[in-house]
């Protein structure tokens, strides 16, 4: 009996990466998998390439989409549509998700990899992550069918020899083709040796018509560790096309495309919310589970739906099509912006990258300030209102001017979660907080296996590499007890100090940390203010005290500043003796706060960022102390394990002698300037 095989590559770079990497995943895997394929014309392959390198082709290798157009056009190329900067497509909103796979369809007609009749019918999942309404989506968007890993369907309920087809799947008499890909084959290629997949290929086969579907990362080809020597100096790539095409007599290689017109399916299955397996095990069983797990994921997701549902409006708007340019602009930013890999951990995922990040809020903020200016284009002004931006219950405070953004929770310790600066399109508190992973436990015992060793069966797969430098990694772990994010209010000991506080390891005297503020909103021509409140307690020589605590921040509309002001009450008949601290953890790199490190009695400070181009300082009305140091993690990646920088933690302080009913202030302004030449 004949074997069917698709063979699917998935070739995706992140939003926000580097423009050298992508140079450097061209050069070590795509163009050399298509220069061998071009030598092998019985190969047939599946690709998809994300809207980002599509983009990227067309300006700097056209000659590539040439090539692979010719490859679509002789019928040895299927290329699948999709979410074009690969969103999560349940995750983004419906008018998006349709929007994003509309997007594809288009530019695959536009550059003509359609295929035959010009029909675009399948679709790469992002992260292969499944829910059961997708079936609705991806209908309405003309897509007959997509690939998931034979987990999902292991999920469903089928064992193991039933997987090897494809299937259908339907949501309210919507439906779908499944087809599994083998995780089997998936760990073996390219890294066994050719002769050991092709056996594992031939065991695959059956007395009953079979499709076996490998769909896996482009990129392994190449650009993985290891893999480009094996793959492509060493002729593993030139040897498996050269085994399948003298397999003939036994296998087949086909596309989804022809599987579809020519088999009938397995039968129907309800596939419950699934990824591949290592992305369940990375997000505890299910994708969103990385908005639970990492709060900064969540908020970075929560700004894409506001500026969404404000696109939304924008385009409903009765003087819309005189606006379409602009709204298409910030269309296609809000698209980038919902690009997945920023939002999620694993070995992959780039939620420790904080160029990543960057690129996603960027994105985000040029949409949002083009959806400003269409509305006020021309003179400056200040917004202030209570909205559920995070969706657990209680509104945020969120203030905006021309140029700032200020997210507020009153929930969590009245913390300042954005403070974007939209000139420059990017989030000033987009940091991470250092917080414990799985594979932290694993780091003492771990042995190295040097990435230039490879070994007598090709290198090792990225699940199986170790740190070159375990123990230092160790050293490095620090987890914090609270979230890095900004305006983080302190209540210390007097002789608290620098270095434990670096570490988590300072006592908090108060409550103010991370309980609920009270807060009201004032709005005013020039400015847009908020009050936010807390009555809370000391715990002083094992007494509780009364201390209430007011912080005032304060939008201009005319300029780039923000200002804050604190009062701290005495409640008690106890006089107070304690070191107050305001904290303030920025998505930013200057050399001479990237140590642990404090200065006494300043008026003035200035953090400068050369890569952004970018000066953020302070001024205020009574000297401050300061204490500062770098924010790294210790994260996993292709790459292995390794530490990683997040940005700089600043929290300025002051010692407070309070009297019985007595009152202490200090107020400072807070100043973004754009420069040229740091």
Sequence with gaps: MITRFVLALHCHQPVGNFGWILEEAYAKAYRPFLDVLERHPKVRVVFHYSGILLDWFEKEHPEFLQRLKKLVRDNRVEVLGGGYYEPILPMVPEQDALGQMEMMRQTLGRLGLRGPEGKNEGAWLAERVWEPQLPSLLSRAGIRYTVVD?????LAGLQAEDRFGYYLTEDRGACVALFPSSKTLRYQVPFKPVVEVVETLRQMRSERARVVVLADDGEKFGLWPGTERWVYQEGWLEAFFQELEHSGDWLKLMTFRECLETLPPLGRVVVPPASYEEMMDWSGGFFRNFLLKYPESDTMQKKMLWVSERLKRAQSAPASKRKLPRLREAQRHLYMGQSNDATWHGVFGGLYLQHLRRGIYEHLLFSEQILDDLVEPNRAWVRAEARHVNADGEPEFLLRSKSTTLLL???RGGQLLEFSDKTNGVNLLDTLTRRPEAYHKKLQALHPVPVAQAQPSGPLSIHERAPANAADLADSLVYDPYRRAGLIDHILSPDAQVHPF??????ELGDFLAGPYEGRLKLSKN??????????RLR????????????????????????????????SAEPLNVLFGSELN????DAHVNRIGQTQGIRRFAVVDPALHLQVSWTFNRPARLWYFPLETVSDSERGMERTYQGVSLTFLWPVRLGPAKSWRVAWTLEMESKDAC
């Design 540 to 571: 002083v020589n094992g007494v509780d005290l009364p201390l209430g605590l007011r912080k005032t921040i304060t939008l201009s509309a005319k300029d780039r500043a923000v200002s804050i002001a604190y009062q701290l009450d005495n409640g």
């Design 150 to 154: 034979d987990a999902h369907l292991a």
């Design 502 to 507: 670096s570490c988590g390891a300072v006592e």
């Design 409 to 411: 929770d009153l929930r």
């Design 586 to 589: 920025l998505g930013l790199k």
């Design 527 to 536: 400015s847009a203010q908020a009050v936010l409140t807390r009555k809370g």
